[in-house]
């Protein structure tokens, strides 16, 4: 960043702690910065109230004053896409900033727990990406908390891809669908929960964060803890870091309001595993993430901010106090329950699954297939967002027929349907009215499956890779895996 005029040097902004006499700007604006193509980028800050701020780039000129309380905002017209570096320059009558090698493209968030955040130096077919990958840039938003929102976060772009292994695959094959450059802004933090990156005023919203967020204002020591913390020496121990990330509502506060609302095609959130260790959590997970959704796009001002859910894939262990049967049983308490609450979100307009059910470990909760998640969410983003005709998913579900001892299953996206190893199709399983589930002997029959039973003479339901681990071989003629259901309403 070049500064004129007067000396700033500003990484950070709207820092309550900046005295409103300093021209500032929002943190996601520094050198190096990917701006979203083809619809108005705000660009915001603050100085003195009434002071006339410009904003300068790529031919464009804008004026906007600041308002009393000292905040501007002014909206830049939609551009096209362009890996040819510009300067963005904003002034008011005693100060300029000036930012340089700025471009534009494809910028989503990305965001959640562990797995979002899990590195790629590992994993072979992601360090093998690295020589090919071309006009991918990331911004880091570091690792804190705050009891208020704050308007400004630590970071800064760099011409260097995502440490994420998952954000950087998106990013490499959506550059390539895209061929324009891709800016990943990376906010995430492993352990952490759906609430810990829910607004306060959600409570309003949703009975059980009420509670929690009751709770947490009442433990006085947990506070103070807190606060020695932000204000003691840093890096923090590890049961400290642990500690803090678990927390409601104070990741949001530090690590997403403040970017908000810099313009980006949507968000891609892998996270659940933190919300499913009991039944009662996966199964709210559905009201809360759906709430989250659109109190999000409301922070953003745009009903159209696309959300891309990464499903939890397979892993084996269950939730406490629900039945037994092993990583393949299709009523135990296991994270098919938390699946079915994420496919939910298609409900909502400007939403996407990535469907992970082929994917994961038995017992190892980071599971190494990293690629194949970062494809499938490039793949659904080309599909969804940017209007190609792509096929992005694997069969899903149209409508179960009976016929007689057997159940004829129906299914869209199902052009080549088969099995990957040539086999019957296996993880379906079948129930009558009794709600006692057997496995299913499954065929293949055009873009359907013929599923009967000695067991059962008169099926009713069928419930498909509704397990932990299940053991699946179905896809489509993109070798997509088929996605996970249940046809009936049996309580768990």
């Known amino acids: 960043m070049k500064t004129a005029s007067i000396a700033l040097a500003l990484t950070v902004a709207l820092s309550p702690r900046i005295s409103l006499a300093e021209l500032t700007v929002a943190s996601p604006f520094t050198d190096h910065a990917v701006l979203q193509r083809d619809m108005a980028v705000p660009v915001w800050g603050t100085a003195d109230a ?13 004026s906007s004053v600041a308002a009393a309380d000292g905040t501007w905002q002014i909206q830049l017209d939609a551009m096209p896409g362009s890996a040819a570096p510009k300067t963005l320059q904003i002034s008011d009558a005693k100060s300029q900033l000036t930012y340089d090698d700025v471009v534009i493209g494809e910028v989503w968030i990305c965001s959640g727990q562990s797995n979002m955040q899990m590195g790629g130096d590992s994993i072979p077919e992601i360090k093998a990406l690295v020589p090919k990958a071309k006009h991918i840039r990331r911004f880091t938003v570091k690792q804190s908390v705050a009891f208020e929102e704050q308007d400004s976060c630590s970071g800064e772009w760099m011409e260097q891809h995502p440490a994420s292994a998952v954000a950087f695959a998106f990013a ?7 061929d324009v450059p891709v800016g990943i802004i990376q906010t995430s933090w492993g352990s952490s929960s759906l609430e810990g990156w829910t607004p306060r005023d959600m409570t309003e919203r949703l009975p059980h964060f009420k509670e929690i967020m009751t709770t947490f204002d009442r433990d006085e020591e947990n506070r103070e803890r807190i606060t020695n913390l932000l204000n003691g020496p840093k ?5 400290d870091d642990i500690f803090l990330r678990r927390q409601p509502n104070i990741l949001y506060n530090a690590m997403m309001h403040p970017l908000a609302p810099y313009a980006c095609r949507g968000i891609a959130w892998y996270q659940g595993e933190s919300n499913s260790g009991s039944l009662e959590g996966m199964l709210q997970y559905e009201a809360t993430l759906k709430g989250w959704i659109e109190r999000y796009r409301e922070e953003w001002g745009r009903d159209d901010l696309h959300f891309l859910i990464v499903m939890l894939p397979g892993f084996g262990r269950t939730a406490k106090g629900g039945p037994e049967g092993g990583p393949e049983s299709p009523v135990a308490h296991s994270w098919a329950w938390m699946r079915e609450s994420q496919l939910k979100t298609l409900e909502l307009p400007h939403t996407s699954v990535a469907n992970t059910i082929d994917l994961g470990h038995l017992t190892n909760i980071h599971p190494k297939d990293k690629l194949p998640v970062g494809e499938r969410l490039a793949l659904l983003a080309a599909r969804d967002t940017l209007g190609h005709e792509v096929e992005a998913q694997g069969p899903e579900l149209n409508r179960v027929l009976r016929s007689g001892d057997h159940l004829i299953v129906h299914f869209d996206h199902a052009q080549g349907l088969k099995t990957i190893d040539g086999k019957s199709p296996t993880a379906f399983w079948i129930s009558d009215q009794s709600a006692r589930w057997v496995k299913a002997d499954a065929t293949l029959k055009g873009q359907s499956v013929v599923l009967r039973s000695s067991e059962v003479t008169a099926p009713l339901y069928v419930r498909y890779a509704f397990a932990g681990k299940p053991k699946v071989n179905l896809v489509n003629g993109a070798n997509l895996p088929a996605l996970p259901f249940r046809t009936d309403r049996f309580e768990p």
């Open 172 to 178: 490499y094959f959506l550059q390539n669908a895209a």
């Open 50 to 62: 009434g002071t006339t701020i410009t904003v300068e780039f790529a031919g464009q000129k804008k």
């Open 235 to 239: 890096p923090w121990s590890r049961k």
